[in-house]
Nanobody, 125 residues
Framework: QVQLVESGGGSVQAGGSLRLSCAASGHTISNYCMAWFRQAPGKEREAVAAVYTAGLSTYYADSVKGRFTISQDNAKNPLDLRMSSLKNEDTATYYC??????????????????WGQGTQVIVSS
């Protein structure tokens, strides 16, 4: 079993920046696909960004390209999501997810086996 714990959420004004982190424990996550999802009230959970370290690949939703950066130096370091130029519509609960089988694209929520509890991000005008 893999346990994922997110941190770094909070409130920020539109145009500002936040950094989210996800710490993994319980199993080595080498060659896993690691991703960030978000879910706004009344909306479905959507993929934001993913990284497949084994393939040195990153994937982003169109809505965050150029504003968000996902990174993980190696399997022992936390998964980061650096968010800049934040918009009101980025307000959501952000979840860290992990999939042992790797990934070749961003994928949907059903593609990921392990999930964190989420951290809230509120962007206000």
């Amino acid at each position: 079993q893999v346990q994922l714990v997110e941190s770094g959420g909070g409130s920020v004004q539109a145009g500002g920046s936040l950094r989210l982190s996800c710490a993994a424990s319980g199993h080595t996550i080498s060659n896993y696909c690691m991703a960030w999802f978000r879910q706004a009230p009344g909306k479905e959970r959507e993929a934001v960004a993913a990284v497949y370290t084994a393939g040195l690949s990153t994937y982003y939703a169109d809505s965050v390209k150029g504003r968000f950066t996902i990174s993980q130096d190696n399997a022992k370091n936390p998964l980061d999501l650096r968010m800049s130029s934040l918009k009101n519509e980025d307000t959501a609960t952000y979840y860290c997810a992990a999939e042992p089988a790797g990934c070749a694209m961003l994928g949907s929520s059903t593609s990921y086996r392990y999930w964190g509890q989420g951290t809230q991000v509120i962007v206000s005008s």
